[in-house]
Nanobody, 133 residues
Framework: QVQLVESGGGLVQAGGSLRLSCVTS?????????LGWFRRAPGKERDFVAA????????TYPDSAKGRFTISRDNAKNTVYLQMSSLKPEDTAVYYCAARDSRLRVGPDFGREVSNDYEYDYWGRGTQVTVSS
């Protein structure tokens, strides 16, 4: 089975940077998946943070992340990253890694970097990011 494990969360000061990692397993090639990051703050719904296509050539971000967050992937290491900079207290949340399986889809959208959480098939358990003011 496909598994995702996040790491790299912690406490940082506002304006600081943090790099999250998500190591995947249970598959033969990470290129099988589009990958995404989502987050959930206490008492709030899960929000989209970033996504990257199966090839790594396309990314998408919400306005809250543009210019500050960068998603990347290293297929050889079966890992997807989220580089966060200029962090704000409102970035405080549990961050989740998710994978969208191209094997479950047909047509030109099979590996697209979509922003809807329901499009993703596998999820990690999350890593806490806390940004102090």
């Amino acid at each position: 089975q496909v598994q995702l494990v996040e790491s790299g969360g912690g406490l940082v000061q506002a304006g600081g940077s943090l790099r999250l990692s998500c190591v995947t397993s249970g598959h033969t090639a990470l290129s099988r998946f589009a990958l995404g990051w989502f987050r959930r703050a206490p008492g709030k719904e899960r929000d989209f943070v970033a996504a990257i296509s199966w090839s790594g050539d396309d990314t998408t971000y919400p306005d809250s992340a543009k210019g500050r967050f960068t998603i990347s992937r290293d297929n050889a290491k079966n890992t997807v990253y989220l580089q966060m900079s200029s962090l704000k207290p409102e970035d405080t949340a549990v961050y989740y890694c998710a994978a969208r399986d191209s094997r479950l889809r047909v047509g030109p959208d099979f590996g697209r970097e979509v922003s809807n959480d329901y499009e993703y098939d596998y999820w990690g358990r999350g890593t806490q990011v806390t940004v102090s003011s």
